[in-house]
């Protein structure tokens, strides 16, 4: 790897559950290895899935104290090396290391994350963003975000976008009953509440709704009134998330700001439809495969349900998706940066 300085990757990621952020990490970091196995994760120790990453583990504990104060002190003891963080955050006392922004979230809307969680980012992002070598981010939506909030130069800001993750699902139907599926359903940012409030609707069209994801204490408490044709999953391993995502009727993702919507990528790709609303960065991402709806528009979306098993992308567009989101390539992209 000539010319490019030594590197570890912030291994963080693997002591958290898998959302969109982690699975971003671990699909760079398995393509950075692939192609150059002397790149190291360091990640604390434990008894965490590694997913076949080669890994270095130092440290205990597996948040704030390890990655503010254990992570830079290894540093400082191993001079020389790069630090490629992959999941917003970063010890924020180390200059050597490139750091990725997915978004802007928590400075959108004060009600999606936890009074502690919004005060450390706003602290913690913009001291990164000014310190760090270079900034990552996954579309030229939220590469636009950065600039406008901290002032960054562009040429600061690369872009690496996302990929798709190893997909494998269970053939056999989880349910009996048609459904549409709902991820990140305790995150009020996902803005499930929007479809879960149309079910009186959504069941005249003869669908239940499944919710998946995981009550964390980032964000405020989110509760839902019981119904026959509501039913929450909570947290779900990737086997069973891709089957309910397979065999659902549509995927609704309802989030109106993202920094680009890994499950509307999955989705697509296992050639399930997908039901979003019509803001900038999904069009950024997926052109027109998903079936939009005017957004917080309960008739508009209501509307977009007739259109399902109507509108389905062709092979040649799926093709293109697979092409255009390739974590190899993504890799190649942060690899030619560094050096």
Partial sequence: MSGTPKIYINGKFLCQKATGVQKFALGISLAIQKKHPEIIVIMPKGNYNSYGLSVKKSGWGQGFFWEQ??????????????????????????KRQIVTIHDLAFLKNKEW????????????????????????????????????????????????????PE????????????????????????????????????????????????????????????????HLLNYVDDNQYFTLMKHADALVFPSVYEGFGIPILEALIIESQVIAPDISVYMESFVDLPIYYKKDDANSFLDSLNQINVKKPSINELSHLKNKYNFGKSAEILLDMIK
């Fill in 69 to 94: 104060i254990y992570l830079p002190l290894f540093l400082l003891f191993h001079s020389g090396y790069l630090l490629v963080n992959l999941c917003n955050t970063a010890p924020l006392f180390f």
């Fill in 113 to 164: 994350f936890s009074k502690t969680f919004r005060i450390w980012y706003k602290f913690l992002i913009p001291r990164l963003c000014k310190r760090s070598r270079l900034i990552i981010t996954v579309s030229e939506f939220i590469k636009n975000e950065i600039i406008d909030e901290y002032k960054i130069p562009k040429k600061k800001i690369i872009i690496v976008p996302n990929g798709i």
């Fill in 167 to 230: 997909i494998e699902f269970d053939e056999q139907r989880p349910f009996p009953f048609r459904y549409l599926l709902l991820t990140g359903i305790y995150n009020p940012r996902k803005n499930a509440s929007f479809v879960i409030s149309q079910l009186s609707e959504i069941k005249k069209k003869n669908f239940h709704i499944v919710g998946v994801g995981a009550d964390t204490s980032i964000y405020g408490n989110t509760e839902f009134p019981p119904d026959e044709n509501l």
